[in-house]
């Protein structure tokens, strides 16, 4: 798919950067507005409308016309993808601001228009939008941080992109944690383990993450297989030992009361020896496995 929308960003985040040049921008500056920030705002609006609605075309959404940007596709895409707790955080050495952690798709401000519960860069659009002339204090700098931080979640989405990482390299120490942008950066939930059933290991800022590491789907299989087969040669190699066989002179083993009956019958030292052999081949995969980063889609 081409990606119309990223230069358009790139070009909208240019404009914020030469604010940033213009405005020491910290908590004392955030209400400044002015009519080049309302233009900004607005047209990142217009940017955020269109690749919304082609989001939510491209991931299910049932409605082919009259698409409302922010109760069809918004609403959409925030079910799917948890968007509400992503997290975008402002990484730009021109910024000050003490709260460096934004959740654009958090519906934190009440509308001025239905009263209920909305983003707060959508109460800005909508009143620049229809009443720009009593509408001024709209177009300030923590409104455009706001609309530009909900664009580039958008946009992110919309590219897609994974990110090979070198062998081993499950902390993704190259990752671009920028994603091309000189304001954001993002929240990158890192691998750190998979359980016996090869669940994904969640800590607990996951829905924040906009990307996370994993096996890439072919080490992931390769992983698995592995562990059926040490699982496999660990059962033919109890079966086999010499203290099974005098265990089940004495006991039978539909009556064990246990939880680990290889360990309580080889004890410390056999029960390793065992494991040792048994998961040789699930350490050569191991040395092998390939990692990934890929778009959080709470899927996962």
């Not at 081409?2 to 921008?25: A, D, F, M, Q, R």
């Not at 091309?180 to 890192?190: D, P």
């Not at 494991?275 to 899927?299: D, F, G, H, P, W």
């Amino acid at each position: 798919m081409t990606n119309i929308y990223w230069p358009v960003y790139k070009n909208l985040e240019s404009g914020l950067l030469k604010l940033s040049y213009s405005i020491h921008i910290d908590d004392k500056q955030l209400d400044v507005y002015s009519s080049f920030i309302s233009d900004l705002i607005l047209r990142a609006s217009a940017e955020i409308e269109s690749i919304s609605k082609e989001l939510y075309k491209s991931n299910g959404g049932t409605k082919t016309e009259k698409i409302k940007y922010d109760s069809d596709a918004l609403e959409l895409l925030i079910g799917l993808w948890k968007l509400e707790d992503k997290v975008v955080v402002i990484s730009s050495p021109n910024c000050f601001q003490s709260t460096r952690e934004l959740k654009p798709f958090v519906k934190n401000e009440t509308s001025t228009f239905h009263g209920k519960q909305t983003f707060s860069w959508n109460n800005s659009y909508q009143n620049l939008k229809h009443d720009r002339a009593n509408s001024l204090p709209f177009g300030s700098i923590k409104y455009l941080f706001d609309i530009m931080s909900a664009l580039f979640i958008l946009n992110l989405y919309y590219k897609d992109e994974v990110y090979e990482l070198e062998k081993g390299d499950s902390k993704a120490v190259n990752f671009p944690i920028n994603l091309g942008s000189e304001i954001f950066s993002i929240k990158l939930h890192k691998w750190f383990s998979y359980d016996g059933q090869h669940n994904y290991g969640k800590k607990e800022d996951f829905d924040e993450c906009l990307y996370l590491t994993k096996y890439t789907d072919v080490s992931l299989e390769k992983n698995k297989e592995a562990t059926a087969d040490m699982m496999e040669k660990q059962r033919e190699l109890f079966l086999k030992h010499p203290k099974f066989h005098k265990y089940l002179e004495t006991n039978n083993i539909k009556e064990y009361k246990g939880n680990n009956l290889m360990w309580d019958v080889l004890g410390k030292e056999d029960y390793f020896n065992i494991i040792r052999v048994a998961s040789q081949k699930q350490m050569e995969v191991l040395k092998t496995t390939e990692y990934e980063a890929v778009l959080n889609k709470n899927c996962i």
